[in-house]
């Protein structure tokens, strides 16, 4: 899979937008990117993924740029409930994802 | 949709001991149920992965003996950690999947302290 790279993290203000930046620049076309959290001392949460086009769901919006070789992934309204670890990941057709160390997001109120 | 159910969430238990932990998929059928383990301040290590109704597949340097897994259906698939010792207390957390290019969906983790 390849690999990605992500900030180690973020501060974002609540009722604002949180814009997650991700590269993957070995993406080959056959990777899909999925973003995952994980709030502490729980289970990761799936969040949205995409292949190629732009994608939107009631969680975030993700933006692949035309490259592929990085992405946005948007948190509309960041409220206190989103501070989390946010994982970027390119998954190849094994389906095993791989845990970097993702972005520590915190939302301030 | 898409709820894994991890039971237990907390477990104490003594040095020996073997402990089971059930991770089941109640709304929909996983093809493949995938086995991860977290230590603290580090991120998830997969360990296994699991097919119905065949052999799960270990990652390098986890002991098939020593963490039993059995996916007996669809919906469930157990993890038997043998013989438990304190070195083996850590959060353990399980996933499943349709299939495709579907996304795994994750229990709420056990939390396992060997004494």
């Known amino acids: 899979d390849a690999k990605t790279t992500q900030p180690t993290s973020m501060d974002c203000a609540e009722g604002r937008a949180a814009n997650l930046p991700c590269n993957h620049s070995?993406?080959?076309?056959?990777?899909?990117v999925y973003w995952y959290r994980q709030i502490h001392s729980q289970g990761p949460q799936y969040i949205i993924h995409?292949?190629?086009n732009n994608e939107t769901n009631e969680m975030a919006s993700l933006i692949i740029t035309e490259d592929r070789k990085s992405s946005t992934l948007i948190l509309p309204h960041a409220t206190l409930r989103d501070t989390a670890v946010y994982y970027c990941?390119?998954?190849?057709?094994?389906?095993?994802?791989?845990f970097g160390a993702g972005t520590t997001v915190t939302v301030r109120a | 949709g898409a709820v894994v159910s991890q039971h237990p969430s907390w477990v104490i238990c003594k040095s020996g001991t073997s402990v089971k932990i059930e991770c089941r998929s109640l709304?929909?059928?996983?093809?493949?149920m995938f086995w991860y383990r977290q230590f603290p301040k580090q991120s998830l290590m997969l360990m296994a992965t699991?097919?119905?109704?065949?052999?799960?597949?270990?990652e390098q340097g986890v002991e098939k003996d020593k963490f039993l897994i059995n996916h007996a259906s669809l919906t469930l698939s157990t993890l038997t950690v043998t013989s438990a010792h304190p070195e083996d207390s850590s959060f353990y957390i399980c996933?499943?999947?349709?299939?495709?290019?579907?996304?795994?969906?994750f229990g709420d983790g056990t939390r396992l302290s060997i004494l």
């Open positions: 699991s097919n119905e109704g065949s052999k799960a597949t270990y």
């Open positions: 996933s499943a999947r349709v299939g495709g290019h579907q996304p795994q969906h």
């Open positions: 990941i390119a998954l190849k057709g094994d389906y095993k994802l791989s």
């Open positions: 995409g292949l190629k």
């Open positions: 709304d929909f059928q996983a093809t493949t």
């Open positions: 070995t993406i080959s076309g056959n990777e899909y």
